[in-house]
């Protein structure tokens, strides 16, 4: 009743336009300057060449120039070729994931995909054939409904004219039996955790993987192992946000 009641009033009165990030009046559905000057200062601040992360208070990216490394990606060797987000895992954009991602407001995809196709055709090693979301397992899955990272695989797809495909990539229900396990092992059975279902589609292709936020890397990463083993040319991914590194 109280829905009905209020279409009602939104046709009698529609609510002026806002901007789906910060909530004062702009053009409808896409972030507002204001938003996207603060979003533009991110795209100025020196990231890691490789995952893309921001350095957080007191961390230090390494090397001068060109190539310029976070600890942790000059420690290690990912099986993707580099990540970029559209910013950093904080402020509007982390509570535009999060009214996304558990409050159901699927409308959010749209303007978030606008940002991650920004990001994505400033840095031209992001070129893909193909556009795959990271899968969620069946039980996540039917918990919420939906899953977030196909909503923005297709929005992104959409504004960058590359095909997605939600199948072929698939997670693996992970056993409870993990818990038990320290770090390494985890990450270990994670690796393990995808599943491509037909290698044909990315053998040889240059694969772009969509997530909503890049933490620790270890999806990112179990998924890029997963497409690398099955012959993907070249492996590269796209969040809303990461976390910045320290
Ligand atoms: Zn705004
Ligand atoms: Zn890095």
């Not at 990272?149 to 056993?175: H, W, Y």
């Amino acid at each position: 009743m109280f829905a009905l009641w209020n279409d009602l009033l939104n046709l009698i009165f529609p609510p002026a336009p806002e901007c789906p990030f910060c909530g004062r009046p702009g053009p409808p559905g896409k972030a507002c300057g204001n938003c996207l000057a603060y979003l533009e200062g991110f795209r100025r601040e020196a990231h890691c060449s490789r995952c893309g992360r921001l350095p957080g208070k007191g961390a230090a990216l390494f090397g001068r120039g060109g190539t310029r490394l976070c600890g942790e990606c000059r420690a290690r060797e990912w099986p993707f070729a580099l990540v970029r987000a559209a910013g950093p895992y904080e402020g509007i954009i982390k509570e535009a994931i999060h009214r996304f991602k558990y409050a159901g407001r699927r409308g959010l995809a749209a303007p978030l995909a606008a940002l991650m196709a920004e990001a994505a055709r400033a840095e031209p090693l992001l070129a893909a054939d193909l556009i795959l979301p990271v899968p969620l397992a069946g039980e996540k899955l039917r918990h919420r409904g939906f899953n977030q990272a196909a909503l923005l695989a297709g929005e992104v797809g959409a504004l960058l004219r590359v095909p997605v495909d939600r199948r072929v990539l698939v997670k693996i229900v992970e056993t409870p039996s993990q818990a038990g396990l320290t770090r390494p092992a985890r990450q270990t059975n994670l690796e393990g955790a995808f599943k491509v279902i037909n290698a044909g589609k990315v053998c040889g292709r240059k694969v772009l993987v969509v997530d909503d936020v890049f933490t620790t890397g270890s999806t990112m990463s179990a998924a890029a192992a997963a497409l690398t083993a099955a012959g993907a040319a070249r492996v590269s991914g796209l969040t809303v946000a990461a976390a910045r590194f320290f």
